[in-house]
């Protein structure tokens, strides 16, 4: 499962083992986006606006994780990303949604 946001075309993915899913999206630079896992359920929001809901995540194999990642595409040469306020919270696990330390 992945989400991925192609600010080269404007468009927000949904890439899951059924297929994937895509939508077009307008970004201003500022944007909130948040993904939502919820059980095997996955949702993209922009500015708290759902944009693909009801993605399947599909459920890692025995003794394999799941792993939040932040990148850019190589592809849009002479482009840039700038990742603000970062925050990955575990959310509803009892923890009040704070957000969890970074792995070292």
């Known amino acids: 499962m992945a989400a991925q946001v192609d600010t080269a075309r404007s468009i927000l993915w ?12 307008a970004l201003k ?10 059980g095997e359920i996955m949702s993209i929001l922009v500015d708290d606006k759902p944009l693909l809901t009801d993605q399947p995540v599909g459920t890692p194999a025995a003794g394999l994780t799941s792993y ?6 190589s592809a849009g040469w002479g482009k840039a990303a700038r990742f603000t306020g970062v925050q990955i919270r575990r959310l509803g ?12």
């Open 68 to 73: 939040v990642a932040l990148g850019i595409d």
């Open 14 to 25: 949904a890439r899951h083992a059924q297929g994937q899913e895509k939508r077009p999206v």
């Open 29 to 38: 630079g500022g944007d909130l986006i948040t993904v939502r896992v919820e």
């Open 93 to 104: 696990a009892g923890d009040g949604g704070k957000a969890q330390p970074a792995a070292k």
